[in-house]
């Protein structure tokens, strides 16, 4: 016998999933979901260029950096975002997230709190004379005299504030280089900066003796390390959103143009140049799949935004590292690990010292016992 059309309608019915558990497990997460999504006013947007995991050409490479690094000052340090090396006193400068400017000593590894700045420093350089300049991200352009003087040069440009005064450097005729990575966010909020996708970042030179700032380029995306070349020709910057290093003249028949300097295996942060004919460009993160289809689509980019916002932080960086590129920008060894994340990389003698803003200890490794090799 045929049954009914109310008992088959009923039947039905019953074998729908509209319990409450489900209602309280699956339908209404997603309706909250959506609807945060709806209601969120972070808008990312399209980048100009789309990364790519595709592998840069590099002749050496050490892929087990983190198995081989020596930890130097555990504990001791809290987030040592830049390095910087005093061979005259024979010490590390690194800026902590908790203020303090610290020294290690070369030798024998001893850290030393040397001044606390109030703020967040991070990218570092020398001075001839013995000062030190600091791209503050929260108080902007510091000098620091040995005797321990804090000084602010500039932390606006036009009357719009410095929010992440990032990396730096010094040319020969006293000119200070650095990047405002964003006037947007703050730094506790940058991950917001790269994943809404939108050029808030500018590259910047001051004077200190005319005390003059001047505004070099803009509208760029997180731009990150400085290097001015060793001949001084050009300054070499890092925009951290685009996985990209390039080049502003500063001599010559392109002075006040931007050309790419070098390809990149990952998102970069500051570099350095050690004097010996190689750049050391730090990066946190490799472009994994994750990363290469969220930059790509800018919905992913809104949903990790609200993730991360409202539930909890993200980290998604991988197989981080350092890259050494000779004069030409062109890569010579690469130095990485699946589970390392860097910000800064300085090579001292025989040495390649590590800093990141993840860690509470910055990695020493040597490259003679653990070179890296080649990879054809």
Do not use: R, S
């Given at each position: 016998m045929r049954d009914s059309d109310s008992e088959r309608r009923n039947r039905t019915r019953s074998s729908w999933p509209f319990t409450p558990f489900f209602f309280f497990a699956v339908v209404l997460p997603v309706a909250l979901a959506a609807l945060a999504y709806q209601l969120e006013p972070f808008e990312p947007v399209g980048l100009p260029v789309q990364l790519s995991r595709s592998k840069v050409a590099v002749p050496a490479r050490n892929e087990k950096v983190r198995r081989d690094v020596e930890v130097v000052g555990e504990g001791?340090?809290?987030?040592?975002?830049d390095l910087v090396y005093d061979a005259a006193a024979r010490v590390i400068y690194t800026g902590c997230e908790d203020g303090w400017i610290k020294r290690i000593t070369v030798n024998d590894s001893v850290v030393e709190d040397w001044v606390n700045t109030g703020g967040r420093p991070l990218g570092l350089v020398l001075c001839q004379n013995g000062d030190l300049i600091v791209a503050d991200a929260d108080k902007g352009l510091l000098r620091v005299t040995s005797e321990k003087e804090i000084e602010l040069l500039v932390d606006e440009y036009e009357g719009i504030k410095f929010k992440i005064t990032d990396g730096v450097d010094v040319a020969e005729d006293g000119t200070i280089y650095f990047t405002d990575a964003s006037h947007k966010y703050c730094v506790k909020d940058s991950v917001f900066d790269i994943l809404e996708g939108k050029p808030n970042g500018r590259f910047l030179s001051y004077n200190p003796t005319a005390k003059?700032?001047?505004?070099?380029?803009?509208?760029?995306?997180?731009p990150n390390g400085v290097a001015v070349s060793p001949d001084q020709h050009f300054v070499v910057f890092c925009e951290s959103s685009l996985a990209r290093c390039n080049k502003y003249y500063i001599h010559g028949s392109k002075k006040g143009t931007?050309?790419?300097?070098?390809?990149?295996?990952?998102?970069?942060?500051?570099?350095?140049y050690?004097?010996?004919?190689q750049y050391w460009i730090a990066m946190f993160?490799?472009?994994?799949p994750e990363l290469e289809l969220a930059f790509r689509y800018p919905f992913i980019r809104k949903v990790m935004a609200i993730v991360t916002k409202y539930v909890w932080n993200l980290h998604i960086v991988k197989d981080g590292g350092v890259l050494a590129v000779d004069l030409e920008g062109k890569p010579t060894a690469h130095y990485h690990d699946p589970k390392l994340s860097l910000t800064s990389g300085i090579k001292i003698g025989k040495h390649l010292y590590m800093g990141s803003i993840f860690y509470s200890f910055v990695s020493r490794l040597d490259t003679e016992k653990y070179p890296a090799l080649s990879s054809v």
């Open positions: 001791q340090l809290a987030g040592p975002e003059k700032t001047t505004l070099l380029a803009q509208d760029l995306y997180f931007v050309d790419k300097f070098c390809d990149l295996p990952g998102m970069p942060d500051n570099i350095h050690d004097g010996q004919g993160t490799a472009i994994t």
